[in-house]
């Protein structure tokens, strides 16, 4: 048996060099065989098995390779690991049945050889938890029956309209009139649906969150006319075009793609995620994490137009450096990447020194809010200014919605039921870089947090927004006042803010929802926007809430025609309740739209505006 190892592994390390590849990083680590553990690629036999039987061997031993012979490999539900997961932004739908479940490892690498990763029924692919220094590499993700569906428009009337749908690919039935997708173990109602232009493979202009269909779309009655095809009858008050795509979304986001738990120094490198339920890859309370050349793109190798069921990488309470390097983004559901931290609302004082607390957003309950030693900041409702901070002494949970903190000193006086926490020590900085956006529903990048954040040389085409800083503590709960933020050689294209989402007051949006928001308690602050180079067809390029020192200076911004124009805002650049703001160096080529700048509810002496700038003051 060890001769054999020894010549496989021998075998192993020939290959790699034949192929020019290296293989350094397998002469310092123990390089063990999926296919040892009884996994069989290109068998459709379940792999979840031998992935238990290799995680068991590796109890207490560090510096392994887990290496599978390229191939496809399927995961089934049978037999495999159940276990409950609050996942942020995710429907509870406990326990979480997990196929590759890598739990108390250190120094582990999944080389996964440029496989396919095969799922059927509702399976989170990989979960990291209470692990440190992993590495997963070389894989795609998909199902054969994905958890949304797609449909080619082939026939317009003014009555009805006729899809065809792959039922190999998204089996259906027609159940009192509705489109009702059925799968391996689950039946699903269709319930959303988003357009792409069959060449551009862009969101057609105008449609967003404003219903491809049309607003009361779902008042149609499905009908089976032969030929394979879908017939929705109802006066659609907007109509798709014929040859376009629908992306017809159904089911829960009930897990991620890549679930990244209480653990530390995780690497992503060289992964395709065709598809996922939930959120493509889904850290929460995680720490140092680096994502190189990853993909959440449609499967091109199967004409889709659908990819995730909702955003790419979402980072929740979160610490250390997320670093982000080439990675691609297109025909998400949601937003390609969000960065936040989550708020909870103060119910009562219990004590001096104690707060009774609540998860406001459903898909937040069920977490573990903060750890003893955390820095907590206390959070004035109205304006979001942070009005002290406090050191936490313990959380203890009464159940998934509410909890009870006690704190190392007192309360502040000034603090009342209403108001909100948000804990500081889970806080990353964030560098993203050389990376696509393309067309998705809703935005290109969200962020919300008080590290150091640089976004730069990454290329954009976001339906909404490009990038929007966001955070509040009245509404979705996402906390997390930018400090100091770096946007800096970037492209923005033609398709950003070509359709509305929530937010979306401008290709860069620093909107936190404040419900009085005043020029002397900003919420974020020092963002600086620099060399970059635009291309809107529109009025509105910037939109800044409450921000104190904001620089927009050597941008280039050049005409575009490719969309008509629609946006109620006409300035360029709109700043409100801001102070130390920057306007310098930018150059305009064509009869770029939106050369004033607006200031509301601030004082014109807060903006330096320089005389040579193309930008003239709206007032």
């Known amino acids: 048996m060890i001769l054999r190892s020894l010549h496989i592994i021998f075998s192993f390390f020939l290959i790699f060099s034949i192929s020019g590849q290296s293989a350094y990083a397998f002469m310092v680590k123990d390089t063990v065989f999926i296919t040892d553990f009884g996994a069989v690629p290109d068998s459709r036999l379940n792999a979840t098995q031998a992935v238990i039987r290799a995680m068991d061997a590796f109890t207490g031993k560090k510096d392994i390779v887990l290496f599978f012979p390229k191939g496809r490999y399927d995961f089934w539900p049978h037999h495999c690991i159940e276990k409950d997961y609050y996942e942020s932004n995710t429907t509870d739908n406990n326990p979480k049945r997990l196929a590759v479940f890598i739990y108390e490892k250190e120094n582990l690498t999944i080389d996964c050889g440029g496989s396919e990763f095969v799922f059927h029924d509702r399976m989170q692919p990989f979960t990291v938890d209470h692990s440190s220094n992993i590495t997963i590499r070389n894989v795609s993700v998909d199902w054969d029956i994905p958890l949304t569906a797609q449909a080619e428009v082939i026939n317009v009337t003014n009555d009805y309209i006729d899809l065809r749908i792959n039922i190999i690919e998204s089996p259906f039935i027609i159940e009192y009139g509705k ?52 017939r929705l009858t109802y006066p659609f008050s907007r109509k798709p075009a014929i040859g376009n795509y629908l992306v017809l979304r159904h089911s829960e986001r009930d897990h991620a793609g890549i679930f990244i738990c209480n653990s530390k120094n995780v690497i992503l490198e060289d992964l395709n995620i065709y598809h996922t339920a939930g959120l493509g890859v889904l850290a929460q309370y995680a720490e140092n994490l680096s994502y190189r050349n990853v993909k959440v793109v449609p499967n091109p190798a199967k004409n889709r137009y659908l990819s995730g069921h909702d955003d790419g990488f979402h980072f929740s309470n979160c610490r250390g450096m997320i670093q982000i390097d080439s990675c691609e983004f297109a025909a998400l559901m949601d937003d390609p990447i969000n960065v936040h931290g989550t708020s909870v609302r103060i119910l009562e004082k ?32 109205e304006n979001m200014s942070t009005v002290a901070t406090g050191t936490l002494a313990s959380f203890t949970r009464i159940d998934n919605e509410l909890f009870d903190l006690a704190f190392t000193g007192p309360v502040p006086s000034s603090i009342e039921p209403g108001d909100a926490l948000e804990n500081l020590t889970w806080t990353p900085s964030v560098t993203i870089s050389g990376s696509r956006f393309l067309s998705c529903r809703a935005r290109g990048i969200l962020i919300s947090t008080p590290g150091k954040v ?87 390029l910037l939109y800044a809430m409450s921000v104190e020192g904001i620089s927009f200076t050597g941008n280039s911004i050049i005409l575009s025609s490719m969309f008509k124009p629609f946006h109620k805002r006409k300035s360029g650049l709109t700043f409100d309740a801001c102070t130390g703001v920057n306007i310098r160096g930018n150059k305009f080529t064509g009869e770029v739209r939106g050369k004033t700048v607006e200031l509301l509810n601030m004082k014109k002496s807060s903006v330096s505006l320089s005389k040579d700038d193309p930008y003239k003051s709206a007032r």
């Open 454 to 540: 640089v976004i730069e040389k990454n290329t954009f085409e976001s339906s909404g927004s490009a990038i929007l800083i966001a955070g509040d503590a009245n509404y979705w709960y996402e906390s997390g006042g930018v400090t100091d933020v770096l946007i800096k050689n970037n492209r923005f294209l033609d398709p950003c803010m070509s359709s509305m989402y929530q937010f979306c007051d401008g290709i860069i949006s620093i909107y936190p929802e404040i419900p009085k928001p005043e020029a002397g308690k900003p919420f974020h602050k020092n963002i600086r926007i620099e060399d970059n180079e635009f291309h809107p067809f529109d009025y509105p």
């Open 179 to 230: 489109l009702v997708f059925v799968g391996e173990g689950w039946k699903s109602r269709w319930n959303g649906v988003m357009e792409f232009d069959r060449n551009t493979r862009l969101i057609p202009p105008e449609t967003g969150d404003d219903p491809c269909l049309g607003h009361s779309w779902q008042k149609y009655t499905a009908s089976d006319p032969g030929n394979g095809l879908v």
């Open 350 to 381: 219990t004590g001096p020194d104690k707060l009774r607390c609540k998860f406001m957003h459903h898909q937040s309950q069920g977490m573990e809010w903060g750890f003893k030693g955390d820095k907590v900041g206390f959070i004035e409702n």
